[in-house]
């Protein structure tokens, strides 16, 4: 069973602030992606990344995806309110299947 | 226009009864998806489907049966529902390795 850990569970920081939230796993995916959810809303996709070594940037946010495939990191600068959300990665394990981490809840303080 | 549109949006059922919720995409994927949300908001894949068959069924009770009379369609009947069944469910639909879009989602409590 492939299994996606994240870390950490949950963070609280001020505005301002930067912040770096991982996503684990002892296996290999073919892709990665990152996901924010909104109470009450479905999970919407933020990026994919595919290649090892590969770095997306979207405005703040900032994704790589670790050399080796198993691994991948989202790094958020200057967090702002807006970005208080739940963050979820999910790896693809083939078969058109996605296994989800268990989620980072993100509190982003005025 | 709503890309993946699930209905109903919540459902409270008495233990017991017989459910269903429907899911439709305007999106022209191929593949669909059913997700169960626990309360700590892990997402676990149930049951995927392309174009009209069933690819994907992880180890879900047989009394969910998901149905798609066509690619745009996919949805869940639950049988005699169990309080361990509440949960958020979650339809989603993709193209080839692109990511998903998912819909809404329905929160179902069972009582």
């Known amino acids: 069973t492939q299994l996606l850990e994240q870390s950490p569970q949950f963070l609280s920081i001020q505005e301002g602030e930067n912040l770096t939230v991982y996503c684990n796993s002892s296996?290999?995916?073919?892709?990665l992606q990152w996901y924010r959810q909104e109470p009450g809303e479905g999970p919407v996709l933020l990026v994919t990344?595919?290649?090892?070594?590969e770095v997306k940037k979207l405005k703040r946010l900032t994704f790589q995806f670790g050399d080796a495939r198993k691994d991948s990191s989202l790094h958020i600068t200057a967090a702002q309110p807006g970005d208080t959300g739940l963050y979820l990665c999910?790896?693809?394990?083939?078969?058109?299947?996605?296994?989800f981490g268990q989620g980072t809840r993100l509190t982003i303080n005025p | 226009d709503t890309a993946v549109s699930q209905t109903p949006k919540y459902l409270v059922t008495q233990m017991g009864n017989d459910k269903s919720i429907k899911c439709e995409q305007n999106?022209?994927?191929?593949?669909m998806y059913w997700y169960k949300q626990d309360s700590k908001k892990f997402l676990k894949i149930m049951f995927s489907?392309?174009?009209?068959?069933?690819?994907i069924n992880e180890t879900v009770p047989n009394r969910f049966s998901p149905k798609s009379p066509d690619k745009a369609h996919l949805n869940l009947h639950i049988n005699s529902l169990e309080l361990g069944d509440s949960a958020v469910y979650f339809c989603?639909?993709?193209?080839?390795?692109?990511?998903?879009?998912f819909g809404s989602g329905t929160r179902l409590t069972v009582v």
């Open positions: 989603a639909s993709s193209q080839s390795r692109d990511g998903y879009t």
């Open positions: 296996s290999v995916f073919s892709s």
């Open positions: 990344v595919v290649t090892g070594g």
């Open positions: 999910a790896g693809a394990a083939g078969a058109q299947k996605l296994v």
């Open positions: 999106l022209g994927h191929d593949t």
């Open positions: 489907y392309n174009n009209k068959e069933l690819i």
